[in-house]
C-alpha cells in the first residue's frame, strides 16, 4: 500500500526545495506531463467516497488507476497499463461511465532511499510536494511519520500538509 503525505507550497519555494533534495542525496528521476481524467461509476455515485477511478496519461502511455483511500495518507491501490487510451475512454464512456473531472500538471520526481518525492505544478489549481512510500496496515502511521519528517526536512511545517486528494479538488469545480 501507498503512504503519501501532500503539502501545499509555493512555486517560488520549488528552487529551495530542490537544493535540499539534492543536499540530502535525493536523484531527479524526470520530469513530466500528466493528465488525469477522473469518472463516475454507472451505477454509482463516487464524491464523497474514500474511492475513485482515473486514466492517467504521460505522453502516449497511460495506466488505469482504481484507488480505496484508507485512511489519511494510507492508499490501497490497483494500476494496469493501457495500449490505446483513446479507445479505452471510448469504452468507457459507451459504457455509462461519467467524467468526473480533469487536472493537468508538470511532475518533477526524485528518488531519496525509500521514498518517492514529487514536485506538482497542477494547472489552474496551485503547486503541491508529495513524500511517498510503500506501507502496510501495521506500519503507515511509522511510515506517515517518516514521510512528514522528510517534508519538514525540506523546509515544510506541518501547515502546509494538505491530504486532499487532487481528484476531489478536479470533481468539485
Not at 520549488?14 to 493528465?35: D, G, N, W
Request: hydrophobic share 35%; aromatic share 10%.
Amino acid at each position: 500500500m501507498e503512504v503519501e503525505i501532500k503539502a501545499n507550497c509555493f512555486e517560488s519555494t520549488f528552487s529551495k526545495i530542490r537544493s535540499r533534495l539534492l543536499k540530502m542525496k535525493a536523484t531527479k528521476k524526470k520530469e513530466k506531463k500528466q493528465v488525469d481524467q477522473y469518472y463516475n461509476l454507472p451505477h454509482m455515485d463516487l464524491k464523497g467516497t474514500n474511492k475513485y477511478i482515473r486514466l492517467r496519461k504521460e505522453g502516449k502511455k497511460a495506466v488505469f488507476e482504481y484507488h480505496v483511500n484508507l485512511g489519511k495518507g494510507l492508499t490501497k491501490e490497483e494500476k494496469t497499463k493501457i495500449g490505446d487510451a483513446k479507445a479505452f475512454e471510448k469504452m468507457f464512456l459507451e459504457f455509462g461511465f461519467r467524467k468526473l473531472g480533469k487536472i493537468e500538471k508538470i511532475r518533477e520526481v526524485y528518488e531519496l532511499e525509500k521514498f518517492s518525492i514529487f514536485l506538482d505544478k497542477v494547472t489552474g489549481v496551485g503547486v503541491f510536494i508529495s513524500v511517498n512510500t510503500e506501507g502496510n496496515k501495521k506500519n503507515w502511521i511509522e511510515k506517515k511519520q517518516e514521510c512528514i519528517n522528510v517534508l519538514k526536512q525540506l523546509g515544510l511545517t506541518k501547515d502546509n500538509i494538505t491530504n486532499e486528494r487532487l481528484c476531489e479538488i478536479a470533481t468539485h469545480k
